[in-house]
């Protein structure tokens, strides 16, 4: 089975065919590989962006009061997703689009 590339808006989108059962709004990985990009699915209980730990760890380092715990993590978890948010635009801001061959040279394959 073959599926081929299409361009959507400055975006290259791939189909996944019908018939994998694949529903809307599945949140996949990529990865280059030297054979191609492999895409693998993202556990929902994948927690590499859940820093609610951190988040306590220095609420109680900072030694902020019990009663006021709820408050300060709702406004630290606040500022981190802003933060990360902000991060992302940074990051589609100031990107450029590349070639293939000049993207694999930059990545050494």
């Known amino acids: 089975m073959?599926?081929?590339t299409r361009k959507q808006g400055n975006s290259?989108?791939?189909t996944v065919p019908s018939k994998f059962n694949i529903g809307p709004g599945v949140t996949v990985k990529p990865k280059l590989t030297p054979?191609?990009?492999?895409?693998?699915?993202?556990k929902e209980d994948d927690d590499f962006f859940n820093f609610d730990e951190d988040i306590?760890?220095?609420?109680?380092?900072?030694?902020?009061p019990e009663e006021q715990v709820p408050k300060e993590f709702t406004k630290r978890n606040k500022a981190l997703n802003g933060a990360w948010k902000q991060?992302?635009?940074e990051a589609k801001d100031?990107?450029?689009?590349?070639?293939?061959e000049a993207?694999?040279?930059e990545i050494g394959l």
């Open 87 to 89: 991060m992302v635009k």
């Open 12 to 14: 290259i989108m791939l």
């Open 103 to 105: 993207f694999e040279k």
């Open 2 to 4: 073959e599926t081929q």
């Open 56 to 64: 306590l760890n220095d609420i109680v380092k900072d030694k902020i």
């Open 35 to 42: 054979d191609g990009i492999f895409y693998e699915f993202v």
């Open 94 to 100: 100031s990107s450029v689009p590349t070639t293939r």
